[in-house]
């Protein structure tokens, strides 16, 4: 492990310039309508900020951190070094590009294989989640901690949609929660789902397949808060689209049964 001046001095540069990303990725929305965007596929957007934004943080972060390596939803992996940025330039581009308000943009700090830091910055929703190992987790700079909720009949569970998702998938999974009488939700931003879970707003987060941009930062939030989260890294996380469930840690063993997921 990496010593602590060297995250913090890594953890509060990224705060700052992600707060100029932030503003960059609002002055670039455009207002409500139909998406505005290209697609990569069928309902995947990418919008001109995406682009922008990871390559501004990219130019900002490696000034300061030469030796570190990139990697970015929009352009991959670049350069390789101990510390490595994980980067979601938008986060919920879906919701940005037709003027919705939730979305975010995501930065995580790896050291070698292991996550170390995370910022999701939500700047239309005025909020900022951050965690370093070992050193807590907040959001708007207040502590926070994953629910105590304790039921799945009193529980609040997301399941995320994405287009990798197999026909059937969704319906059952969202089927399976409305059995054991939890309130389901789906709101387009994997990274912010999490972040919910983290704070204790949402009970868990069930994902399909979902990439290591979209979770590096909320990986940090979620262990500083206490949640249960599956071994989504030694899934296979680091290279590939992977399943992912999160959740308050007394539901863990019973929503783990219901969606079908292990926690081990
Ligand atoms: C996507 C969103 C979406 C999730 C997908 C992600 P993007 O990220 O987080 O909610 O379901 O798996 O890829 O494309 O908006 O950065």
Known sequence: MPNTSAINERFHAAQKIIKDAAQLAKNMQSAPGKATAELKGHQDYVTEADRAVETFLVKELSALFPDDAFLGEEYGATQSGAFRWVIDPIDGTSNYARGRNRWCISIGLMHHDTPVAGIIEAPTLRESFTARIGQGAFLNGTPIQASKTDKLREAMVEIGWSPYVPEGWY??????????????????????????????????????????????????????????????????????????????????????????????
């Open 171 to 264: 319906p059952q999974k969202m089927g399976a929660l409305l059995t054991e009488g939890s309130m389901p939700r789906s709101l387009g931003s994997g990274a912010l789902a999490l972040a919910d879970v983290a704070c204790g707003r949402s009970d868990g987060y069930h994902e399909y397949v979902i990439f290591l941009w979209d979770v590096a930062a909320a990986l940090v939030l979620l262990q500083e808060a206490g949640a249960c989260v599956s071994p989504f890294l030694k899934n296979g996380g680091l290279t590939q689209r992977t399943p992912i469930l999160a959740c308050a840690p007394l539901i863990a063993p019973s929503l783990s049964k219901t969606l079908g997921v292990s926690l081990d």
